[in-house]
Every structure is written in C-alpha cells, then in structure tokens.
C-alpha cells in the first residue's frame, strides 16, 4: 500500500508576506500591487473582502517552497488603484477583475496558472475558470458557493449573517456615507464572525485591514457588490446549464461560517464543476487565518495533484 509523502510543517513567520517582493503593475484598467515568492509551477492567490494580499501571510510563504506565489490586491483594495465601476458597475465585475489578475500573470510570464481564492477573490477565480479554460490548471475556492446559487437560494438565515451583499449594493453615496462614519469600528464588526472572533487575525494583520479601509476602498467595495447582483449574476445566469469549470476544483468551507451553516457546497458546487473536492474545516469564514495548518496542507496536496483528505 502506497504511503502519501509527508507534508512539510509551516514555514515560522515574524512579519506580514515574509521573503515576498512587491511591486505594481499596470492593466488595462488598474494599477495592481503585486507580491511575489517561491519557484515551481505558478499558483495565484486573489484575497476576500474586506482583506488584502496579506489576508495569506501564515500559508504564503510555505506555498512558495514548492510553487512561484503571486498573491494580488484586486483593484479597489489593498494598495491597488481604485478606478470608477462605471454606470453599470462592470468596472468591478469578477470578469473585470479577473482580467487584471490575467494581465499580472501575463507581465511575469505564466502563460498557464493555478488559482486559489477566498471570498470574493474566489468569485474572481470562477469567472476566470469558465472564461479561459486553457489557462487555468486548477482552482480552489475558500468559504463560497457560486454567486448564481447564491442569489437563487436565499434564506432568511444566510441574509442575516450576509446583510452587507444588498446594503452594500445600494445607490451611492448611501452606504458609503454611513460606514464611512467609523470606519475602524466597521472593519472590527465585519470580522468578527460568530463564534470566532478576532483572535485569528494577528495585531499586523488586523492593522494592514484598517489601514486599507478607506474611503476610497469602501467605495470600491460598494462597486464591487453593485456589480455582483447586476453584471456577474447575469454572466452567471448566461452560462447556468451552458458552461463548467473545465480543470480540477476544490472546495474549503468553515463548518463555523455562514457558507457552512447555511448552504450544502459540494451540491452547489457541482453544478459547476464535475472534476471536484469538497473539503469542510472547523473554521469560520477565513480559514486561511482561523487554521493555516489545515489551508496550507489542502493547496499542498492539492496543487501539487495529489489526493485531497
């Protein structure tokens, strides 16, 4: 009987995307702050809302010993630009995003890539799985199911914990304006999850996501999330029945976060995808910060095409 190879222990860190270099890059439509590390096959790293890039600093720096890391700020986060959505919002649609997220992969030179995503970076991911198959050689998805069945399966349960999807997406300036009001009390109350709390995030973390929440971001954020229930919900409305995911998929939800409360992911997930893992982990919504242990060994497996457990 064949034993699975052991995997490497993480890499101990004392600061925020250690032995990564950044730089910017520009798109087509955004400046984008870009970290890199590591040598091995390409794996890109697209954070959550309301995070950035360094949302992947306990698992990062381990995954660069055996892949070359890209880890992004999307556009309108982080350090990257923060251009206008747009009358319709599409500025900051998943596929806009994922276009910039294509153009970084293209000025470092991998024509061909694996992707992981978190949150919205995730919804990223899949948008640019279903548009260019022949560039993505496999994707993980951390604590979402696709936007579509989202949309379509509401609860009252999921809305309560997901309130920020429609308030978040109301007519500017009007969420804006009140977040905006304390925006260092909204960053604490958006990441205090049920039964977890903060204690996950370490004090530079936590400190980097106040830092990037600015005015401009919120803004971004908003676009982002007019966006999701316009454009991305009829791209995906488009391509319901019609596409899939075409490369190998996996699937990390928290049995503590609202995707696990309140949604079965494997059964959403395969509408989308045959080729797929589903993983549950006793995290709550970031389970890349809340366990890197457990994140870190999946993408090791999982990257590298072994067996997922």
Same mark, same amino acid.
């Given at each position: 009987?064949?034993?699975?190879?052991?995997? $490497?222990?993480?890499? $101990?860190?004392?600061?925020?995307?250690?032995?990564?270099?950044?730089?910017?890059?520009? @798109?087509?439509?955004?400046?984008?702050?870009?970290?890199?590390?590591?040598?091995?096959?390409?794996?890109?790293?697209?954070?959550?809302?309301?995070?950035? !890039?360094?949302?992947?600093?306990? *698992?990062?720096?381990? !995954?660069?010993?055996?892949?070359?890391?890209?880890?992004?700020?999307?556009?309108?986060?982080?350090?990257?630009?923060? $251009?206008?959505?747009?009358?319709?919002?599409?500025?900051?649609?998943?596929?806009?995003?994922?276009?910039?997220?294509?153009?970084?992969?293209?000025?470092?030179?991998?024509?061909?890539?694996?992707?992981?995503?978190?949150?919205?970076?995730?919804?990223? #991911?899949?948008?640019?799985? !279903?548009?260019?198959?022949?560039?993505?050689?496999?994707?993980?998805?951390?604590?979402?199911?696709?936007?579509?069945?989202?949309?379509?399966?509401?609860?009252?349960?999921?809305?309560?914990?997901?309130?920020?999807?429609?308030?978040?997406?109301?007519?500017?300036?009007?969420?804006?304006?009140?977040?905006?009001?304390? !925006?260092?009390? &909204?960053?604490?109350?958006?990441?205090?999850?049920?039964?977890?709390?903060?204690?996950?995030?370490?004090?530079?973390?936590?400190?980097? &996501?106040?830092?990037?929440?600015?005015?401009?971001?919120?803004?971004?954020?908003?676009?982002?999330?007019?966006? @999701?229930?316009?454009?991305?919900?009829?791209?995906?409305?488009?391509?319901?029945?019609?596409?899939?995911?075409?490369?190998?998929?996996?699937?990390?939800? #928290?049995?503590?976060?609202?995707?696990?409360?309140?949604?079965? $992911?494997?059964?959403?997930?395969? =509408?989308?995808?045959?080729?797929? *893992?589903?993983?549950?982990?006793?995290?709550?919504?970031?389970?890349? =910060?809340?366990?890197?242990?457990?994140?870190?060994?999946?993408?090791?497996?999982?990257?590298?095409? =072994?067996?997922?457990?």
């Amino acid at each position: 009987m064949e034993v699975a190879e052991a995997i $490497p222990e993480l890499v $101990p860190t004392t600061r925020l995307m250690e032995g990564f270099t950044f730089q910017r890059i520009t @798109t087509r439509g955004a400046e984008i702050n870009v970290a890199t590390a590591g040598e091995g096959p390409p794996l890109l790293l697209i954070h959550g809302n309301p995070l950035t !890039l360094v949302s992947w600093h306990k *698992v990062a720096p381990s !995954l660069a010993r055996d892949f070359t890391v890209v880890a992004i700020d999307m556009r309108g986060y982080g350090d990257s630009s923060k $251009p206008e959505g747009g009358e319709d919002h599409s500025g900051y649609s998943f596929r806009a995003i994922g276009e910039d997220a294509f153009e970084v992969m293209d000025a470092l030179g991998h024509q061909r890539f694996a992707v992981a995503g978190h949150d919205r970076g995730a919804r990223v #991911g899949f948008r640019m799985a !279903l548009d260019r198959p022949e560039r993505i050689t496999r994707y993980a998805a951390l604590d979402i199911v696709p936007t579509h069945h989202v949309l379509n399966n509401i609860t009252l349960g999921w809305a309560r914990e997901s309130y920020h999807w429609f308030f978040m997406a109301q007519k500017a300036p009007f969420p804006e304006n009140l977040l905006g009001a304390d !925006l260092d009390y &909204y960053m604490r109350y958006k990441l205090n999850k049920k039964g977890v709390g903060l204690e996950i995030f370490t004090p530079e973390a936590m400190a980097e &996501y106040i830092r990037c929440a600015t005015k401009e971001q919120i803004h971004a954020v908003c676009e982002d999330y007019r966006a @999701t229930i316009t454009v991305d919900l009829d791209m995906d409305t488009a391509d319901y029945g019609k596409r899939k995911i075409a490369c190998p998929t996996m699937v990390i939800w #928290g049995t503590n976060s609202h995707c696990g409360r309140h949604f079965k $992911p494997v059964e959403a997930w395969s =509408e989308w995808a045959d080729d797929l *893992v589903g993983l549950p982990v006793p995290t709550g919504h970031y389970p890349a =910060e809340h366990r890197p242990d457990l994140i870190y060994s999946a993408f090791y497996r999982f990257f590298r095409g =072994e067996k997922v457990t």
